[in-house]
Nanobody, 115 residues
Framework: QLQLVESGGGSVQPGGSLRLSCAASGLTLDVYTLGWFRQAPGKEREGVSSITSDGNTYYTDSVKGRFTISRDNAKNTIYLQMNNLKPEDTAVYYC?????????WGQGTQVTVSS
């Protein structure tokens, strides 16, 4: 059974950095596109970034130049390096993979950016 476990969230001041991790177990994910989503209070969940099996990346406009997604297939893990964080980045961050028309989510990790 596939499980995704996020970690690395926390509270930082504006301009700070965090590195999120998402470790997968139960299935090797090296052939799949993996992604990060986030959900702020009172808002819909939105896609933040994704990375294909061959390393092509996507970023939503609001995080371009600040966030970097990467993957380590040997560790079955993806990362999201978040720099120059802004208060509007505050949200619960989820990793995601779609397999055979089914969407899998982790439990989420809270990121709070506040002075």
């Amino acid at each position: 059974q596939l499980q995704l476990v996020e970690s690395g969230g926390g509270s930082v001041q504006p301009g700070g950095s965090l590195r999120l991790s998402c470790a997968a177990s139960g299935l090797t994910l090296d052939v799949y596109t993996l992604g990060w989503f986030r959900q702020a209070p009172g808002k819909e969940r939105e896609g933040v970034s994704s990375i294909t099996s061959d390393g092509n990346t996507y970023y939503t406009d609001s995080v371009k130049g600040r966030f970097t997604i990467s993957r380590d297939n040997a560790k079955n893990t993806i990362y999201l390096q978040m720099n120059n964080l802004k208060p509007e980045d505050t949200a619960v961050y989820y990793c995601n993979v779609d397999i055979a028309s089914r969407r899998y989510w982790g439990q989420g990790t809270q990121v709070t950016v506040s002075s």
